[in-house]
Structure formats: C-alpha cells, structure tokens
C-alpha cells in the first residue's frame, strides 16, 4: 500500500464528495509520538480493503489544512490523528496510541 499526500483543499473536497470508504491520516514529522503511531499503523495496513485511498497529511509541511479537515469533518485536531471517513462523514476519529488498524476495520465491517 500507498501513501497519497494530502497538500491541498482540492483534494479535502475530493474526499468529501468520494464514495465509499477514504483513510487520512495527520502525522507531524519532528514528533516521535506520531512516528512511532504512523509506523505501527503501516505493519498492519496489509489488511485494510486495497482500494481504499489513505492519505497522508504532513502537519508540518500543510499546517492550514489540518483546521480545514477538523471543519470539513467535524472533528477536533489532534497529532497524530487518524479518520475514517464514509461518503463524507467521519465515521472513525482515533489519536496517539489510538490510532490501530484493526479498530478500523471493525468499523469498516
């Protein structure tokens, strides 16, 4: 699996018109609680749906479009943050030592 970098609000507005299941995941890179959250995610995303877009949100790089996502999904931010998000909404909200993939597919079933 891949990562899509998430650097813009057209793509914010992509997700909030997709169909389906969308996976973003907010992640500061001078932070080793997020890294040690993005790394441990990744050993298991194997088992996530292969057509599911997961996008990745460098906080540092695109700090403006973190308050956009917690507009867009009515979610407040958080670092490292996973959402799950369904035809729109945010189904799935998970931080810190949170954020799992196997919490995300049991909402996923």
């Not at 507005?13 to 997709?18: D, L, P, S």
């Not at 890294?35 to 996008?55: Q, S, T």
Request: one cysteine or more; glycine letters at 4%; charged letters at 25%.
């Amino acid at each position: 699996m891949n990562w899509i970098p998430l650097e813009s609000a057209d793509q914010l507005n992509e997700i909030k018109q997709h169909q389906g299941h969308s996976l973003i995941f907010k992640h500061s890179t001078r932070c080793s609680i997020s890294m040690m959250a993005k790394r441990r995610f990744e050993l298991d995303w194997e088992d996530l749906p292969e057509d599911m877009p997961l996008y990745f949100l460098d906080l540092i790089k695109h700090r403006e479009l973190s308050g956009l996502v917690a507009q867009l999904f009515q979610v407040h931010h958080e670092s490292p943050q996973l959402l799950l998000i369904k035809d729109g909404e945010c189904v799935l909200d998970q931080s810190h030592g949170a954020i799992s993939v196997e919490e995300a597919l049991s909402v996923l079933s």
